[in-house]
C-alpha cells in the first residue's frame, strides 16, 4: 500500500504536460492549457485539452479524462501501483510502502527485476538463435509457410518492400525467435549473464533435473512467441513445435505438443494478459474496437497484413479478468475464432466474460472454415475486413446456432433444450441493443417453431401442444424483459421529457466555471457573498469546489489547491464530464476577468430575483382582492336572505 500523502505528493510533482506530450508530440499550448490530437480515439481537429496548473487532461470528443497517474492506466496498461511509482521515479520521490519493512519492500522489487531481466535475456537469445543458429532453417521453414518469412533470411537479400519490412517490424515487435533443440543452450547463456538457474526456474525458462542435480531448457526446438504485458516487458513465452529433426522422429503418439506455454509465475498469471496487448494497444484504442482471435499465429500474421488491433487469449478460455484488460482500451469486441466445434464453443463461453467487463461482443466468421490466419494469406487483409464489418453481434449469433437448419432434424428432446437455452439468453441480456436483437430474433425464432412442428414424437405425444407452451413461455420471457425495462425507463430521469430551463441558468454557469477557473476566489471577500445566489444544482457544486479546495504541502510550503479527484466524485453523472471539460480547459485566462465575470453574473441573478419579487407582489396584491370581493359577495347573500338591508358601500 501506498500512502495517500506520497500519492498526492507525486500528483502535484508530475509535469503532466511533459508525461503526455511523450505520447501526444501534436500537444501546443493554447491559453492556460495545452492542446492537442486525442490518443484514446480518431480525429482530425484537436479536442484534448492538459492543464498543466490543476494536473489534469480531458478530451472534449471520446471523455476521457484524468491525472497524470490516469494517463498512464488508460494509455500505457499501468496499474495504479505501478503508474504512481513509475511517476514517483520520474519525479525522484521515494515510495515507502505501508505495513512492510524497507528492507521487504527492496527485496521484492530486486526479486521482479531478476525475473524480468531473465526473461529479456532469453528473449533476445532466442531471437539471435534464430539469426544465427545452424538449425534455424526449420523455424525459418514455418515463418515461410505462414506468408511471414523475414527479408533478411530470403535467398537474395535485397531493400525490403514495404509489405517485408511490414512482417519485418512486426516479428521484431512480437520477438520471434528460436529455441535450439540443445538440452542446455539456453541454460548456459543465463550462466554467462550472471543468472541464476533458480531464477531462470521460477519464470519457467528451465526445469530441474529428475536425477541429480542442475537444469535443462523446457523450450527446445521450438518457434518462440515472447508474451509481454502491458507495459512491454517479457513475461512469458509460448513455444510452437517444428517439424522434427533427422533421428528425432517419435511415434505418433508421442507426438509433441503443438504448443508449450510458460507456466505461471511473480509475473505471469495467463488468464489475466492477453497475447499481443502491448502491441495491439494504440491501434485498438483508434478503432475504439478490439479483434479476439485464438491463436498466436492469427495475431502475428494480422498484424503483418496492418491489421493491427488483435489480440488473443494465451491458451484459455477467455476470462473476465482478460475481457477487463481489454475494456482499458475499447468497448467492444469482434470474437473472431476458428469455425470448429472448438471455436464455437469458445465464442460460446467468450459471452460471460464481455458481460461482466461490460464490453459489447460480436462475432466474425471466416468464409469456407478457414481460421483467421489462413484467410489473410489467402484471401488478403480485405477479406478480414468484410468478415469483420459483417460481424453480428453475440446474442444474434448465438440464437442463430441454436436454430440452424439442424433443428427441424432433432427430436422433441434436443428441441426443447435448445428453446430453454434460447429463452435463458434472452431473459439474462441486460444491454439495450442486445435486447433490441433479442427482440427480432425472438420473432424468427417463434416463426422457426412453426415450420418444424410434428404431428407426434416417438413417445406418442403431441409435438403441437409442447411448443405452442414454448412459445408462451417465450413470450412470457420477453414480456417480463420488457416491464424491467419500462419500469428502469420510469425511474430514470434522463428518460423524462426535458423540463424547460428557468431563468438565469447561463449566469448560474458562469459563475461556476470561474469558480472552477479559480476556485481561490470562493476566500474572496469580493466574490464569496456573491454564491448566495446560486441555488440547487450549482449550489452542490459550488459547495464540492469548497470542500475540495484544501491546504496541502507544495514545493515553497503549505498552499491551497483543488483536488480534482476529490472534486469529481462529488459530481452527479450528468455533469461529470462539463465539470472535467473546465478543468482540463479553463475559459479565464486571469483571475480578473474571472472576477470581473461572477459579479456581473451575480447582479444579473439579484435584477432576476426582483423582478420575480415584483411578479410575486403584483399576484400576491390581485389575489388579496379576489379575497376582498369574495367575502362582500358572501356577506351580501346573508344579509339579504334575513331581510337586512346591506349598508352603502363607498366607491
Known amino acids: 500500500m501506498i500512502p495517500p500523502e506520497t500519492i498526492a505528493l507525486v500528483r502535484d510533482r508530475t509535469n503532466i504536460v511533459a508525461v503526455i506530450q511523450e505520447s501526444v508530440p501534436s500537444l501546443k499550448k493554447r491559453g492556460r492549457s495545452w492542446l492537442g490530437l486525442c490518443p484514446f480515439h480518431k480525429e482530425k481537429t484537436a479536442s484534448f485539452h492538459v492543464n498543466p496548473d490543476r494536473g489534469f487532461f480531458h478530451c472534449f470528443g471520446c471523455k476521457e479524462s484524468g491525472s497524470a497517474i490516469d494517463f498512464l492506466m488508460k494509455h500505457d496498461g499501468y496499474s495504479f501501483p505501478e503508474a504512481v511509482r513509475a511517476l514517483a521515479e520520474r519525479c525522484g520521490i521515494e515510495i515507502e510502502e505501508e505495513k512492510r519493512p524497507r528492507e521487504e519492500v527492496d527485496r521484492a522489487k530486486k526479486h521482479k527485476d531478476d525475473l524480468y531481466a531473465a526473461l529479456s535475456v532469453a528473449a533476445s537469445y532466442y531471437e539471435r538463435q534464430l539469426r544465427e543458429h545452424p538449425d534455424r532453417e526449420y523455424a525459418l521453414r514455418e515463418l515461410l509457410g505462414r506468408g511471414l518469412l523475414p527479408s533478411w533470411a530470403r535467398e537474395n537479400p535485397t531493400d525490403p518492400t514495404e509489405a517485408e519490412a511490414k512482417i519485418d517490424d512486426v516479428l521484431q515487435a512480437f520477438r520471434i525467435g528460436y529455441a535450439p533443440s540443445g538440452w542446455d543452450g539456453l541454460a548456459n547463456h543465463l550462466r554467462s549473464q550472471g543468472i541464476s538457474p533458480s531464477v531462470a526456474e521460477q519464470v519457467g525458462l528451465l526445469v530441474p533435473k529428475s536425477t ?29 513445435a517444428l517439424e522434427p529433426m533427422p533421428g528425432d522422429e517419435k ?17 505471469y498469471t495467463k488468464g489475466q494478459l492477453l497475447f499481443g496487448v502491448y502491441q495491439a494497444r494504440h491501434a485498438i484504442r483508434q ?31 477467455f476470462t473476465p479478468e482478460q475481457a477487463k484488460l481489454l475494456r482499458r482500451y475499447a468497448g467492444s469486441v469482434v470474437v473472431f475464432f476458428d469455425s470448429d466445434a472448438a471455436g464455437k464453443k469458445a465464442t460460446r463461453a467468450s459471452r460471460e466474460a464481455c458481460r461482466s467487463a461490460g464490453l459489447f461482443a460480436k462475432v466474425a466468421v471466416a468464409p469456407s472454415g478457414k481460421d483467421p490466419d489462413e484467410l489473410v494469406r489467402t484471401s488478403g487483409p480485405e477479406a478480414i475486413k468484410d468478415a469483420i464489418s459483417g460481424a453480428r453481434g453475440m446474442l444474434e449469433f448465438l440464437l442463430d446456432a441454436m436454430f440452424d437448419e439442424t433443428f427441424g432434424g432433432q427430436d422433441l428432446r434436443v428441441q426443447v433444450q435448445r428453446v430453454e437455452r434460447a429463452i435463458g439468453l434472452i431473459a439474462e441480456e441486460d444491454d439495450p441493443l442486445a435486447r433490441s436483437l433479442a427482440k427480432s430474433h425472438a420473432d424468427r425464432i417463434l416463426g422457426r417453431l412453426d415450420l418444424v412442428r410434428r404431428e407426434d414424437d416417438s413417445r406418442g405425444e403431441r409435438s403441437p401442444d409442447i411448443l405452442r407452451h414454448l412459445e408462451v413461455r417465450l413470450k412470457k420471457a420477453l414480456a417480463v424483459e420488457q416491464a424491467k425495462r419500462t419500469q428502469t425507463q420510469a425511474a430514470d430521469p434522463r428518460q423524462a421529457r426535458i423540463a424547460p430551463q428557468p431563468q438565469g441558468r447561463a449566469a448560474h454557469r458562469e459563475i461556476v466555471g470561474a469558480l472552477i477557473d479559480y476556485p481561490e476566489l470562493l476566500d474572496d471577500d469580493g466574490t464569496s457573498d456573491l454564491t448566495a445566489f446560486l441555488s440547487g444544482e450549482q449550489a452542490q457544486i459550488v459547495a464540492a469546489l469548497a470542500r475540495s479546495f484544501r491546504w496541502v504541502d507544495g514545493v515553497e510550503g503549505p498552499e491551497k489547491r483543488l483536488d480534482n479527484d476529490a472534486f469529481l466524485a462529488q459530481m452527479p453523472p450528468a455533469i461529470h464530464s462539463l465539470a472535467a471539460q473546465r478543468l482540463a480547459a479553463p475559459k479565464f485566462e486571469t483571475v480578473e476577468e474571472a472576477r470581473d465575470t461572477i459579479q456581473r453574473s451575480a447582479a444579473a441573478l439579484h435584477k432576476l430575483a426582483l423582478q420575480r419579487d415584483a411578479r410575486e407582489n403584483v399576484r400576491d396584491d390581485e389575489e388579496w382582492e379576489s379575497i376582498l370581493e369574495k367575502s362582500r359577495e358572501h356577506a351580501d347573500r346573508v344579509t339579504s336572505t334575513r331581510g337586512i338591508r346591506p349598508p352603502k358601500r363607498e366607491e
Open 287 to 317: 478503432a475504439d474496437q478490439a479483434i479476439l482471435v485464438e491463436g498466436n499465429f492469427d495475431v502475428v500474421s494480422l498484424h503483418a497484413r496492418s491489421i493491427e488491433n488483435v489480440v488473443a487469449p494465451l491458451g484459455t478460455a
Open 251 to 267: 511415434d505418433s503418439d508421442q507426438k509433441p505438443a503443438k504448443y508449450i506455454n510458460s507456466p505461471e509465475s511473480t509475473v
Open 212 to 240: 541429480g542435480s542442475g537444469h535443462y531448457d523446457r523450450f527446445r526446438h521450438r518457434l518462440m512467441f515472447a508474451v509481454t504485458d502491458p507495459q512491454g516487458r517479457v513475461v512469458a513465452f509460448s513455444g510452437r
